[in-house]
């Protein structure tokens, strides 16, 4: 049985930061990718950022240059360093993983940017 604990989402103003973090736990021998969805009100969910075991990285255009993730395998932990907020950032953020051939999902995070 797998676990993921999401922390860090919150409301903030236009411009500002916020963290996420996500720990993963239970039956595995290692996380091949770990990464952040995001699903704002009416839209379907989409990629945020990914991290390979490796450290390769991968973010939606619309976050580059704002959002940096990173992992610590130690911990079996992910996270989203988020800055330069905008309203559309707005969202529920789901942490997920892969190994085996498997996703396994968070319960979400909500995100919120608003004056």
């Known amino acids: 049985q797998v676990q993921l604990v999401e922390s860090g989402g919150g409301l903030v103003q236009p411009g500002g930061s916020l963290r996420l973090s996500c720990a993963a736990s239970g039956s595995f021998f290692s996380i091949d990718v770990m990464g952040w969805y995001r699903q704002a009100p009416g839209k379907l969910r989409e990629p945020v950022a990914q991290i390979t075991s490796g450290g390769t990285t991968y973010y939606a255009d619309s976050v580059k240059g704002r959002f940096t993730i990173s992992r610590d395998n130690a911990k079996n932990t992910v996270y989203l360093q988020m800055t330069s907020l905008k309203p559309d950032d707005t969202a529920v953020y789901y942490c997920?993983?892969?190994?085996?051939?498997?996703?396994?999902w968070g319960k979400g995070t909500v995100v919120t940017v608003s004056s």
């Open positions: 997920n993983i892969k190994f085996s051939g498997r996703n396994y």
